[in-house]
């Protein structure tokens, strides 16, 4: 199903491609006859997987394929990814764990308790320099993401902590008991109390990409298994149809948007067909990355241990979108030097190759707004409209150019400009 010339690429001939090109690989990979011998309880993460991909097969409205593909892409290759660090690298088998998710555990060195949501044969990131694992005896053992409790935490650390990310070693087993936990937090991680057990009952979801009743669940896994191969499948078909798209004129599709929820169809889209010209090792790798780097944003991070995350990413896979966090970093740190160097690092790494990366423009804007670069900072904004149309929709861009102007207007007042500021009435008017 080839696309049309690249360079005459619209929301409309990428769409009518991507509806087509998604039901037929969809179909290839699944047997309804064999699906429809399952019998799963309303809350199985199979009825949400089955019913997209029917969405998909029946919905005429190529907008809303796009949506239920990008959901099944994100949800499918999060499963598959997360059973994948089951595993041994070394003996390709699945790892002995101790501790299994739901299990109150307890810190032996800092003596917080709390509950396992996941667990990795080995660390998924760089972790030789933590403070916590001066005295292992080696690093080659189970990690695990646990759920603090929060007044725990505070007495260890000062302030809650939402997870933590503790080795095997460092972890005893604790008498089960409800511990003081943000209840939205568990929900968003698919845990919850349960009564009844008398301990912490986790999805169907999260029993799957923890390898936990694995039998119970292998129809299940084996759907999800299809529909993931399916999804990159598609991605890497497009990625490959679009390799030679300029990068200003594969972003044009959000131009064609009409409506904010459209855009954002498409944003999802586009970003995962350009990580699909990645190696599948490097997808894997960039997604790890992002996990950590959005978990660490809005604590207390340390710059140069994070730093150090995105350099050894980007030392192996030259991926723009690693040197765009890299300069969300940098620009979050606050200091006027860490600025400095997000700036550059946009400028030269990110919309020298991809001008208009919209997302970079907006960092860009606050970046320089930190540094009360008001007309700079405005002048990004105006870009990012004339790429992407319906950024002006949400409140945060709003207010955000409403505050430059504000910012500009008092300058230009103090200086006694008034040719500027009648032009800039006139603009706000129109």
């Known amino acids: 199903l080839p696309l049309p010339s690249p360079h005459t690429l619209s929301s409309s001939s990428i769409l009518d491609w991507m509806s087509n090109h998604v039901s037929s690989t969809l179909k290839s990979h699944v047997s309804a006859a064999a699906d429809e011998h399952l019998t799963v309880d309303e809350g199985h993460p199979y009825k949400t997987y089955r019913g997209r991909v029917e969405e998909i097969r029946t919905n005429l409205n190529s907008e809303m394929q796009l949506s239920y593909f990008n959901r099944l892409t994100i949800d499918a290759s999060e499963v598959v990814r997360a059973r994948e660090r089951l595993i041994d690298p070394e003996t390709g088998n699945r790892r002995d764990f101790k501790f299994k998710v739901g299990e109150v555990v307890r ?35 189970p990690f695990y993401v646990i759920i603090p409790d929060e007044e725990d935490c505070v007495e260890a650390f000062g302030q809650a902590r939402q997870w933590r990310y503790v080795i095997e ?34 999805s169907v979801e999260t029993e799957i990409k923890n390898g936990v009743n694995d039998e119970e669940h292998l129809p299940t896994i084996e759907f999800i298994e299809n529909i993931n191969s399916a999804c990159q499948e598609i991605l890497a078909s497009v990625a490959a149809d679009t390799a030679s798209v300029p990068s200003e004129n594969f972003w044009t599709v959000l131009k064609s948007a009409t409506s904010q929820m459209q855009s954002l169809h498409y944003q999802q889209f586009l970003t995962e067909t350009s990580r699909a010209l990645t190696s599948p090792t490097s ?100 870009k990012v409209l004339e790429i992407n149309p319906w950024s002006s929709t949400d409140k945060n861009f709003y207010y955000m150019t409403r505050f430059y102007d504000d910012k500009i207007r008092h300058e230009k007042e103090r200086e006694g400009d008034l040719e500027v500021l009648e032009k800039m009435n006139g603009e706000e008017t129109e």
């Open 107 to 141: 810190h032996k060195l800092y003596g917080f308790r709390g509950v396992v949501n996941s667990m990795d044969s080995e660390a998924r990131f760089d972790v030789s320099n933590w403070d916590g694992l001066r005295d292992v005896e080696t690093l080659d053992q």
């Open 283 to 382: 997808r894997e790798e960039y997604a790890e990355l992002i996990d950590l780097l959005t978990k660490r944003y809005n604590t207390d991070f340390d710059l140069q241990e994070t730093l150090g995350y995105i350099d050894r990413f980007l030392e192996k896979s030259d991926l723009v979108e690693a040197w765009n966090w890299r300069s969300i970093i940098l620009s979050h740190h606050g200091e006027p030097e860490s600025i400095e160097m997000a700036l550059e690092c946009i400028d030269q790494e990110v919309l020298k190759r991809c001008p208009n990366h919209w997302r970079a423009l907006i960092g860009k804007a606050e970046a320089l707004a930190k540094l009360k670069r008001w007309k700079e900072a405005r002048e990004c904004l105006d």
């Open 169 to 202: 070693e460092n972890l005893e087993p604790n008498p089960t008991e409800r511990l003081s936990i943000n209840e939205n937090w568990l929900n968003h991680l698919n845990v919850e109390w349960s009564d009844e057990r008398g301990g912490y009952k986790c």
